[in-house]
């Protein structure tokens, strides 16, 4: 079994920064990518950003210049530095981490971590 656990979140004012870590433990052959999605209240959850093993990385158009991920593949962590915070930020944070299978991947998800973005 594959544990993820998030922290970092909080109630931060428009502008400001938050960083959120994630942590991935247990029966981890090899992880393929890491990564954050966010879900909003009322709407579907949708990628915010994501990194490989080789470190290709994907970020959302909403949040490019803003966020940047990274990764420290030896300690099975992903770290999401959030700059120029904005309201529509507001969300529960997931970290998503993607174990490689026999064929492809299975995907493991944290509890989630709330961010509030608000003056």
């Known amino acids: 079994q594959v544990q993820v656990v998030e922290s970092g979140g909080g109630l931060v004012q428009p502008g400001e920064s938050l960083r959120l870590s994630c942590a991935a433990s247990g029966s981890i052959s090899s992880i393929y990518a890491m990564g954050w999605y966010r879900q909003a209240p009322g709407k579907q959850r949708e990628l915010v950003t994501s990194i490989t093993s080789g470190r290709i990385i994907n970020y959302a158009d909403s949040v490019k210049g803003r966020f940047t991920i990274s990764r420290d593949n030896a300690k099975n962590t992903v770290f999401l530095q959030m700059n120029s915070l904005k309201p529509e930020d507001t969300a529960v944070y997931y970290c998503?981490?993607?174990?490689?299978?026999?064929?492809?991947?299975?995907?493991?998800w944290g509890q989630g971590t709330q961010v509030t973005i608000s003056s």
């Open positions: 998503n981490v993607k174990v490689r299978a026999t064929t492809g991947w299975v995907d493991y």
